[in-house]
């Protein structure tokens, strides 16, 4: 967790907050599937090479392949644009190892919530619906399985539609 929180330690979520909430939040939400160490550990770590400063040769090294791998497979290249990178997060979805799905999932309703709770301020009703449905799109595609999350996710997916809804 402490390299998670160093290595993000500049970043800010779209509300305001300190970036390193969701990835503890993904982690926390895994961990209430009781899944092992090492997916939990990915989810902590998932977006920082995607974002910060951070190889994926220095998560090897730090943490082993295993828990490299996991965030291998869901870094998405920042040198695209982002309407490319969201489709890609489509395509690749099916190909996700069942650990890899499993923090995707968790990694989504953690963004479906805080679209449900603090939506970014600049995010009008229809950017918010738009979101909510690409994060509905993604986890459809992933491998089946993990059934319990994705209850949680059309749970929690109702929930911030709702809010939205009622936002409108």
């Given at each position: 967790c402490e390299f998670g929180d160093i290595a993000h330690i500049k970043d800010k979520r779209k509300s305001g907050e300190p970036y390193i909430t969701h990835p503890i939040a993904v982690a926390e939400i895994l961990a209430g599937f009781r899944l092992d160490r090492d997916t939990i550990i990915a989810a902590i770590l998932h977006d920082t090479v995607e974002d910060c400063a951070v190889?994926?040769?220095?998560?090897?090294?730090?943490?082993?392949?295993?828990?490299?791998?996991?965030?291998?497979?869901?870094?998405?290249?920042?040198?695209?644009?982002?309407?490319e990178r969201k489709r890609l997060q489509t395509v690749h979805a099916p190909g996700k190892s069942p650990a890899a799905a499993l923090v995707k999932i968790?990694?989504?309703?953690?963004?479906?919530?805080?679209?449900?709770?603090?939506?970014?301020?600049?995010?009008?009703?229809?950017?918010?619906?738009?979101?909510?449905?690409?994060?509905?799109?993604?986890?459809?595609?992933?491998?089946?399985?993990?059934?319990?999350?994705?209850?949680?996710?059309?749970?929690?997916?109702?929930?911030?539609?709702?809010?939205?809804?009622?936002?409108a």
């Open positions: 190889s994926e040769a220095e998560l090897v090294t730090r943490f082993g392949a295993q828990i490299a791998g996991i965030v291998a497979e869901l870094t998405d290249n920042k040198a695209l644009e982002k309407a968790c990694d989504k309703m953690s963004n479906i919530r805080a679209v449900e709770e603090t939506p970014p301020v600049h995010w009008d009703v229809v950017r918010q619906i738009a979101y909510l449905d690409w994060a509905e799109s993604v986890v459809e595609l992933l491998p089946a399985g993990a059934d319990p999350a994705r209850q949680e996710f059309a749970k929690r997916l109702r929930d911030a539609r709702a809010a939205v809804a009622a936002r």
